[in-house]
T-cell receptor, first 117, second 115 residues
Framework: AQKITQTQPGMFVQEKEAVTLDCTYDTSDPSYGLFWYKQPSSGEMIFLIYQGSYDQQNATEGRYSLNFQKARKSANLVISASQLGDSAMYFC??????????????FGTGTSLTVIP | KAGVTQTPRYLIKTRGQQVTLSCSPISGHRSVSWYQQTPGQGLQFLFE???????NKGNFPGRFSGRQFSNSRSEMNVSTLELGDSALYLC??????????????FGPGTRLTVL
């Protein structure tokens, strides 16, 4: 089974509108972390936001927020007030387990977001 | 603070050759991970090093190997290159292991083309 599932290969959003990128995950470990990364056409992966499995509140970072629904195992990224520079690939990732298990991240297949002027 | 650097940025090789890619993590970071990114397979984990020890390894053949030096710099080597090895190879560093806000910081990648 896939650890991370992103079901939206491509999304379009009007500039200044909000957009939600979906992510579901699969783990039986009670300790895990969820991450979102942005990859522009230049190729570099840019960290956006983090949510820990024990965090009680949804994470927010500026225009990015993470809609964490633990029971449904979903961690959707919400981008508010979209900008043209938000056009990129977005990856959801998960790290599971405690410190002695290493630092392997599982990535989804990504969602290509295009912001329309 | 300087980010993760990878050299070279672009590389063209022919089948059967071998290649070595280099990654310098952010100063103070001890964990370095390598990923292969292709259009068909997405991002796939290769291996992770922490304090010069390989802590995790993905599902790749033995042609793919790596190491980490005492200054945390890391290299990965691919021997007997195949056409399917053409990919963007990303290196990521993090300060420590652990579930907390231990995000990985990625380098710009090395784009390898095998002819």
């Amino acid at each position: 089974a896939q650890k991370i599932t992103q079901t939206q290969p491509g999304m379009f959003v009007q500039e200044k509108e909000a957009v939600t990128l979906d992510c579901t995950y699969d783990t039986s470990d009670p300790s895990y972390g969820l991450f979102w990364y942005k990859q522009p056409s230049s190729g570099e992966m840019i960290f956006l936001i983090y949510q820990g499995s024990y965090d009680q509140q949804n994470a927010t970072e500026g225009r990015y927020s993470l809609n964490f629904q633990k029971a449904r195992k979903s961690a959707n990224l919400v981008i508010s007030a979209s900008q043209l520079g938000d056009s990129a690939m977005y990856f959801c990732a998960m790290r599971e387990g405690l410190s002695d298990t290493g630092n392997q991240f599982y990535f989804g297949t990504g969602t290509s977001l295009t912001v329309i002027p | 603070k300087a980010g993760v650097t990878q050299t070279p940025r672009y590389l063209i090789k022919t089948r059967g050759q071998q290649v070595t890619l280099s990654c310098s993590p952010i100063s103070g970071h001890r964990s370095v991970s390598w990923y292969q990114q292709t259009p068909g397979q997405g991002l796939q984990f290769l291996f992770e090093y922490f304090s010069e020890t390989q802590r995790n390894k993905g599902n790749f053949p033995g042609r793919f190997s790596g190491r980490q030096f005492s200054n945390s710099r890391s290299e990965m080597n691919v021997s007997t290159l195949e056409l399917g090895d053409s990919a963007l190879y990303l290196c990521a560093s993090s300060f420590r292991q652990g579930v907390g806000d231990n995000e990985q910081f990625f380098g710009p990648g090395t784009r390898l083309t095998v002819l």
